[in-house]
């Protein structure tokens, strides 16, 4: 091979490695955004900065993601939770999107709420009224 056409080679193949690495991956574990709009609430949807409430969580990604259960089993260690968690629960799921996040319509508890309490005991001011974290804007 020509010097030449070796640099022509490598060049594709930079190129392809590029053009893999700004499309999503098509398999193994997907790479989570900054900021998710959580949409389905007719009081308006939630924006949830994820890069913040990562580091807030102190990296322990399971303060929120679970671990794999019988009823549906996880494909990778974290998943979008509306996935499994849809709007209305099919059997043998019980668990509906509301139900993921605060338990019942009154949000005094749950996977979001249970912080954001704990949190504000300690001073800080995480959302725990309806419309803080709902909002008609978020659409
Ligand atoms: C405070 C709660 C919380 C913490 C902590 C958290 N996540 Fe998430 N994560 C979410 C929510 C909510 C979504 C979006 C769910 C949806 O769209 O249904 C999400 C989405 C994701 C997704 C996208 C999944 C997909 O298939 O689209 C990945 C990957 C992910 N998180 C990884 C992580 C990792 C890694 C950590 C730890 C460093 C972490 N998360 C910590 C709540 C959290
Ligand atoms: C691969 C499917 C899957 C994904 C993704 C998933 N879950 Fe679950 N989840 C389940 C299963 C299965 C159960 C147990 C059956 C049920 O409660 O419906 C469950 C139960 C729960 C429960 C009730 C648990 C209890 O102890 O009362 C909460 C809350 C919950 N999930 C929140 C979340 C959140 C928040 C996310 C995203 C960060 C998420 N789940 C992602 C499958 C999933
Ligand atoms: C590990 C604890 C923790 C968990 C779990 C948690 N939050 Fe938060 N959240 C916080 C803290 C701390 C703040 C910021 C309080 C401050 O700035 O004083 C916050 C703030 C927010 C805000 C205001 C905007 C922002 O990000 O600063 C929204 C909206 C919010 N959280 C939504 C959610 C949702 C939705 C969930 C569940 C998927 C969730 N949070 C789970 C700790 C948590
Ligand atoms: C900490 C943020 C937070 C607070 C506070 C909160 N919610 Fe939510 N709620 C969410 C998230 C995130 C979802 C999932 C996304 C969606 O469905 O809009 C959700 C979902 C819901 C749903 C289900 C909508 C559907 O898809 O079927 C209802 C109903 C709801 N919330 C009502 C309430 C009410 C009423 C209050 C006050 C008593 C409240 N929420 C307080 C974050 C919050």
Do not use: W
């Not at 020509?2 to 193949?13: D, E, F, N, Q, Y």
């Not at 504000?120 to 725990?128: H, I, L, Q, Y």
């Amino acid at each position: 091979m020509t010097k030449r056409s070796l640099l022509a080679v490598l060049a594709i193949l930079c190129g392809l490695g590029l053009m893999l690495s700004l499309s999503a991956p098509a398999y193994g574990q997907a790479k989570p955004k900054d900021t998710y709009i959580l949409k389905g609430s007719p009081m308006g949807g939630v924006k949830f900065e994820h890069k913040l409430h990562a580091e807030r969580a102190e990296n322990k990604c399971d303060v929120c993601h679970h671990a794999s259960k019988p009823e549906k089993a996880l494909d990778q260690p974290q998943q979008a939770c509306t996935g499994c968690h849809t709007k209305a629960a099919t059997p043998p799921m019980k668990t509906n999107t509301v139900g993921a996040f605060h338990k019942t319509a009154t949000a005094t508890a749950g996977t979001c709420i249970d912080c954001h309490k704990a949190e504000n005991a300690k001073g800080k001011k995480a959302p725990v009224k309806c419309l803080d974290c709902h909002k008609k804007e978020n659409t």
